[in-house]
């Protein structure tokens, strides 16, 4: 998509152009005006308009357009509306990122796979902002876009099937996405995970005939410790030998959804030029039910020397982020942040709208809360309190990787979180623990195609941004 610059009115744009009229109302309104051969369409917004509604709002602009089968958009400078609701004091050119960010986001579809019909395909080619405009308008727009590309570059990973992408070419796509950019990629295969002692991921790795892999990707653009993000990429995740009812292993592709968002956070901060070091952490498996498949039972033993017994081989993605968080130590991190697509529990707490977040730092919760909401990929703190520890802990290991505890009851989001945390707490720094099972997929009401949401990559890359240990 094209977003060019003019420095007049609206009325000047060409007939080709759909354009935005934005009003102020007591309560949102859309529709779609024809006058000849000028194609209007008026937006009604209240007067608290809030961050939320303005990121939908942006996305509806496209939609409507797309749905019009028209291709160029032009919007005036001076219509559009100043967030009254805001997480903090945003910015007019802050403003203008959103918008690019979420025009992108929009104006993607997942059609790869899809025969392209003769008159093309629904999207807009351009968007023309009408009014005076400056540089650091500009390169606000210029840095949505790239922020936008981003989520869409996650969004293909994610959505591609299962047997398209295997540990191999997962490590492989996180190279591609990094080429041209100052980022180094180490890329571990079997044999260098044996030496090191990565038992609960190459226990994992067992039942399939795909190799695993575990890539290391260093963007070293800073001279502060790092960033570390830890992505969890079980490129298929059947359930193992607990086998997933058919009702739940569908789109059990994006299981490596939290790989996606790391790779592309890391390569977006490289391709921005941020001024701080990140390093992304990708242990990656396909979770099969294998003659040589790990058993409910066995005892895998950690990089960390922690020994696990195995409760359930549906609580994978645990195993290969525990071997991932003590590899981060060696970096001496400022902080760590693992991301994955952990639970169904995460998504039955809190439905479609918000990823989980865990973490026993206060400080660090608020910050990635606060950045959240700002960016738009939303998160929702859970407890992390000593009671749910006992849970966790194995009859016949050091720990279990499914729950022990008597009561039964729920509570899987935490606890993977506190499994996690028993790997954590060895982390001289501050460390979060997002499950985005809730956000792995678009929901209603997000003007967003069908498929990956690519979740969190506006959250992690304003994290990177402002983070200040």
Same mark, same amino acid.
């Given at each position: 998509m094209k977003i060019l610059f003019k420095e007049a009115d609206i009325e000047h744009a060409p007939t080709e152009y759909v354009r935005i009229r934005i009003k102020q109302e007591s309560k949102g309104t859309k529709r779609l005006v024809k006058e000849g051969e000028i194609e209007t369409l008026e937006i009604g917004v209240s007067a608290d308009m /809030?961050?939320?509604?303005?990121?939908?709002?942006?996305?509806?602009?496209?939609?409507? +357009?797309?749905a019009n089968k028209s291709k160029k958009i032009a919007i005036q400078f001076e219509l559009i509306p100043k967030l009254s609701k805001n997480p903090e004091n945003i910015s007019p050119e802050y403003v203008l990122q959103l918008m690019a960010e979420n025009f992108e986001m929009a104006n993607f579809?997942?059609?790869i796979f899809k025969t392209k019909p003769k008159e093309g395909w629904d999207e807009v080619e351009e968007i023309l902002f009408c009014g005076k405009s400056s540089p650091l308008i500009e390169k606000a727009v210029k840095k949505g876009q790239e922020i936008g590309r981003a989520v869409n570059a996650c969004r293909i990973l994610a959505n591609t099937p299962g047997g398209d992408i295997t540990p191999t070419s997962l490590a492989k796509a996180a190279k591609e996405a990094m080429k041209g950019l100052p980022v180094t990629v180490i890329i571990l295969g079997t044999t260098e995970m044996k030496k090191l002692g990565m038992g609960a991921l190459l226990g994992v790795a067992k039942g399939s005939t795909e190799p695993p892999t575990f890539t290391i990707l260093e963007y070293m653009g800073g001279k502060n410790a790092p960033i570390v993000l830890a992505g969890k990429g079980v490129t298929f995740d059947s359930g193992g030998l607990n086998l997933?009812? /058919?009702?739940?292993?569908?789109?059990?592709?994006?299981?490596?959804?939290g790989a996606a968002s790391v790779i592309h956070a890391v390569a977006l901060a490289a391709r921005l030029?941020?001024?701080t070091s990140v390093i992304g952490l990708i242990p990656s498996v396909e979770n099969m039910p294998g003659n040589n498949a790990y058993r409910p039972g066995d005892i895998l033993k950690s990089l960390s020397g922690k020994t696990?017994?195995?409760m359930n081989t549906d609580a994978e993605g645990r195993l290969i982020l525990a071997d991932a968080l003590t590899y981060a130590k060696r970096f001496k991190p400022s902080v760590v942040i693992d991301v994955a697509t952990l639970t169904g529990a995460a998504l039955s707490a809190l439905g479609l709208y918000a990823s989980a977040l865990l973490t026993r730092d206060d400080?660090?919760?608020?910050?990635? /809360?606060?950045?959240g909401e700002v960016s738009g990929d939303y998160v929702w703190r859970l407890p992390l309190w000593d009671e749910y520890e006992d849970g966790v802990k194995g009859t016949f290991a050091d720990l279990a990787n499914a729950g022990t505890s008597t009561s039964g009851r729920g509570g899987g989001a935490?606890?993977?979180?506190?499994?996690?945390?028993?790997?954590?707490k060895e982390l001289e720094c501050p460390w979060a623990h997002l499950d985005i099972a809730p956000r792995m +997929?678009?929901?209603?009401?997000?003007?967003?195609?069908?498929?990956?949401?690519?979740?969190?990559?506006r959250l992690l890359i304003r994290f990177i941004e402002q983070w200040k240990p």
């Open positions: /809030s961050a939320r509604k303005f990121i939908v709002l942006c996305r509806s602009i496209v939609n409507a +357009t797309k579809e997942f059609n997933k009812p /058919s009702n739940g292993i569908y789109e059990m592709h994006m299981d490596m959804s030029k941020l001024n696990i017994e195995v400080a660090l919760a608020e910050k990635i /809360s606060h950045d935490i606890e993977g979180g506190m499994f996690l945390w028993q790997f954590a +997929t678009s929901a209603p009401g997000d003007e967003l195609a069908k498929g990956a949401a690519g979740a969190p990559v």
